[in-house]
DNA sequence: AGTTTATGTCAGCGTTGTTGACATTCCAAG
DNA sequence: CTTGGAATGTCAACAACGCTGACATAAACT
């Protein structure tokens, strides 16, 4: 595709960028780059009987801890059922605690032990280098304009989620 | 985060995009962006009991009409056998035409019918939609930036099948 | 011709999504 | 205080879609 072509007739500006053509750029580059995003920490999950489910569950929960099952519900968007699955077998596994709520008995809310925090950091770790590479190749305005697109591009509910853990210090 | 932190005393540029803070707000934003990015087209796969991978399958057919299943493969990066289940349905269904190679009789070369055009068409109408209202939202620079991270965030395979695909007129 | 390599298909398994049924706990109406 | 409904979480069974292994067929190499 080295053919330059002529700008738009109008439109001023140039809104190249929200043809068809651009768009199914954008589409198949999302497709590809979150292949890459997951692949490092895939490759370690799959050493020990977990998916990407769990490190979800993970992530979440360390970002969040003391946080209750229907509280990671809604982030991971996910059923409670399927969630359990998971839960059930890293809490089996020394991984993530569940203590029974005080206030309210039917909540359960979730730790990371000290198992899972080392591999919280292992799976962040591996992911974080991908992404420190990414960001170092593509520069600071890049980054700036790859997480506004990001943002653009969620739910409203997601959106919410999102920016609520944004703007915590943790 | 309202609070003005200041640049540090070193890097002269601001390297504040490289922190592990703004890098987890990366991971996550993907996470949920990515969510949204697949939202709409997995509305309407549901109805017709297909999936994510039906409807990979189907776009990259229909970007490289006649491809054979290895080519779709190394694309799509998964093993044959678990695309051989979805290529199979999708025959069955009438969506998918498979031709054997004239000159390699082990190769089947695939098609999509009229039908399968007429069901791309609308997955990726509603994907573009949301790609169009993101781009729109987030203006040009945002989404050079954009696609330039994540083609750096690509592992190396997966960015010679993206850019050999771009600059594809098709 | 005979062995090796490439392509694609069939069978079976694991992870992780789904819906349905259910136990426990809380809370509010009577 | 009791009772009925809502909220929270668990257990069971099923579907989509990754995976490995075994295999049939066609091509290519010796």
Sequence with gaps: MSDIRPAPAFGGESLLFLTD??????????????RG??????????QMAYGRAHHRAIH??????????NNLLAILGVTKQSLNRVLRTLIEDGMVESRVGTVDKRERHLFLTDKGRALEAKLSDAQRARMRAAYKEA????????????????????????????????
């Design 37 to 46: 995003f997951t692949a490092d920490p895939d490759r370690i999950l799959a």
């Design 139 to 170: 520069g600071p305005e890049a980054v700036a304009g790859f997480r506004k697109v990001l943002e653009a591009m969620m739910d409203a509910d997601m959106r919410r989620a999102y920016t609520k853990l944004r703007d915590t210090t943790s």
């Design 60 to 69: 979440f929960i360390n970002r969040a801890p003391g946080t209750t099952v």
């Design 21 to 34: 053509e651009q768009l199914r750029q954008g589409i198949e580059a999302m497709f590809f780059a979150y």
